[in-house]
């Protein structure tokens, strides 16, 4: 008489059928020593690099923030910007862009803040554009 259901145990599979499975649900080449060795030396990399990453990024020498800005004209922008310098002996260079409509710049000046004075340092500074400017952002700030 035919079976109806399926086995229940290991134990109940004919030699055949433990083969067909074997071949058709083969172990992991990652299964074993070599495997965790490999997945805890990739985790370790990967956990040095973001410690490295966030080490690096989170006290930048140089940062700059965009406090407001006034389109005085269609070829002018008015931008108040305040520059934070982690040593003030060092000057500080920013990139100044006034943004047009769909986000396309339409003005860039370059900032410079001269070593000495306070850690925030408050500058205005107009930008001349190509067209009217809706924002203005400042990024790539750097000690020159």
Partial sequence: MPRTS?????RDLSPE??????RRYPRSRLAGPWGITLGVLIGAVFLAW???AGLIYANPAVAAVVNGFQATSDNSVTV???VQR?????PG??????V????VPVGQT??????????ITHVTVVVKTTARALSADAANCRVP
């Fill in 93 to 98: 260079l920013c990139t100044l862009t006034a």
């Fill in 100 to 103: 047009g409509t769909v986000g």
């Fill in 6 to 10: 399926a086995p229940a145990s290991p």
């Fill in 110 to 119: 370059d900032v410079t803040v001269a070593a000495g004075g306070d850690r």
């Fill in 50 to 52: 973001t410690l490295w």
């Fill in 80 to 82: 108040q910007l305040d």
């Fill in 17 to 22: 059928d433990t083969a067909r499975i074997v």
């Fill in 86 to 90: 982690a040593d003030v002996t060092r």
